[in-house]
């Protein structure tokens, strides 16, 4: 009985262990149920097209530029062991593909980002013969676009994608003649990282977002509110030294004191590109951090400002006033280039609430006033004329009552 049951476990781990052996000789290219690989409609070739992300806050025109993506042809040995196709300009070489900006490509409501595509890289692509082509995908780094400057001064910045991938084209052979792609797929290789790129969508056409690039801008440096290209604005409309933000505090009425502190309470929100956590004003001499995402109090006095020198477009803050007995608070400001105006109560906290920090002039003058003390009871220098008036009245009184009575 057990020499049976042991001569069965043997058989079957023999079998088991032959199937796997068959199965591992199978030549495979890539897993026709792996959901980062794009795939073939029957005999219809596979269809794929890189997206360009471009990371860009808010109050920030979109710049000119165009990104350029290249397809090295690369050698090496495929699954099967046969080796990788050879690509020339009569079989599978891929033309640089090019995604291009311009002002007109806008941020959508609480979006972060602008992504544009090539459409399908395989378009005009010639494969004469079956196999497995393999390519190094890879961004052209520092060109198809130019930074705003004066004087040599920069005042936006763009960040490449510096990554490179492998991807990886499997070619058929029709049934009825000539070839198809398919199945296609992406590793990112540097840097290295493991694991297939999965589409961010899938269908007719399988889309990859490959490249990412960040653009970001000094805030309020376009000087003119009216700059209509802002984006590659005159010159003469720049200025790297001007102020990104200036909130001023002015003290209005005669019997104002403008010797008196007011107090305020400042919450700042990074831009969605931005990564430092702090950004630094200055009150006169006096350098005061304030940390995202933190309620920071400062006061001002009459003529009083506070300055950041540099801060990031797209940075948004939230001002909150407190209330002084008798004042009412005002707003004039800058959001952007935009002039704007709000009307506070008297007496009571004065609330500014996500104003943004745009690429054109940002400033924010909170003006409280207080009324002029209305005289009131009787001035001493004119009692002997009401005195006299006085007597003139009651002496006529008297007589015209003696008249009467006469």
């Known amino acids: 009985m057990k020499k049976t049951f042991l001569k069965k476990l043997v058989t079957a781990s023999i079998a088991a262990i032959t199937a796997l052996s068959v199965f591992r000789g199978v030549p495979t290219f890539a897993d026709d149920n792996d959901v980062a690989t ?46 990788y196709e050879t690509i020339d300009s009569s079989n599978g070489q891929i033309t640089d593909k090019n995604v291009s900006y311009t002002g007109t490509d806008v941020l959508s409501t609480g979006q972060t980002s602008i992504k ?82 999965k589409p961010s969508e899938s269908g007719t056409t399988y889309k990859y977002d490959l490249f990412t690039n960040i653009y970001r801008k000094n805030a309020g440096k376009i000087t003119d509110p009216n700059e209509p290209n ?33 107090t305020f309470k400042l919450t700042f929100t990074k831009a969605s590109t931005e990564t430092s956590q702090s950004i630094t004003g200055k009150i006169g001499e006096t350098s005061k951090t304030f940390v995202y995402g933190q ?56 609330t500014q609430d996500s104003i943004l920090v745009g690429e054109k002039p940002n400033d924010n003058t909170i003006t409280n006033s207080l009324p002029d003390v209305t005289p009131t009871g009787l001035l001493i220098d004119n009692l002997p004329f009401i005195l006299m008036i006085g007597l003139g009245l009651a002496g006529f009184v008297v007589l015209s009552k003696k008249r009467r009575q006469a």
């Open 230 to 262: 802002p984006n590659k604005p005159n010159v003469s409309k720049v200025d790297p030294n001007a102020k990104s933000l200036v909130i001023k505090k002015v003290v209005s009425g005669a019997t104002a004191d403008k010797s008196k502190d007011f």
């Open 38 to 83: 794009a795939k073939a409609n029957g005999e219809t070739s596979a269809k794929v097209s890189i997206n360009k992300v471009l990371n860009i806050a808010e109050g920030i025109t979109t710049p000119e530029a165009t990104f350029t993506f290249t397809f090295t042809p690369k050698t090496g040995t495929s699954s099967n062991g046969a080796p």
């Open 295 to 350: 309620e920071t109090t400062i006061t001002l006095r009459h003529d009083q400002s506070l300055v950041f020198d540099t801060i990031p477009a797209g940075t948004r803050y939230k001002l909150v006033e407190t209330g002084s007995q008798g004042y009412t608070a005002s707003a004039a400001y800058k959001e952007n280039g935009a002039l704007k105006n709000q009307a506070g109560t008297v007496s009571t906290n004065f």
């Open 116 to 197: 544009k595509e090539t459409g399908d890289i395989f378009r005009e692509v010639n494969y004469t013969h079956a196999g497995e082509y393999v390519y190094t995908v890879a961004e052209k780094q520092n060109v198809g676009w130019k930074v705003i400057q004066k004087n040599g001064s920069p005042i936006d910045f763009m960040t490449y994608d510096n990554r490179n991938y492998e991807m990886h084209v499997i070619v058929k052979n029709k049934t009825t003649g000539g070839t198809y792609i398919s199945s296609v797929y992406f590793k990112q290789v540097s840097p290295s990282v493991n694991g297939k790129v």
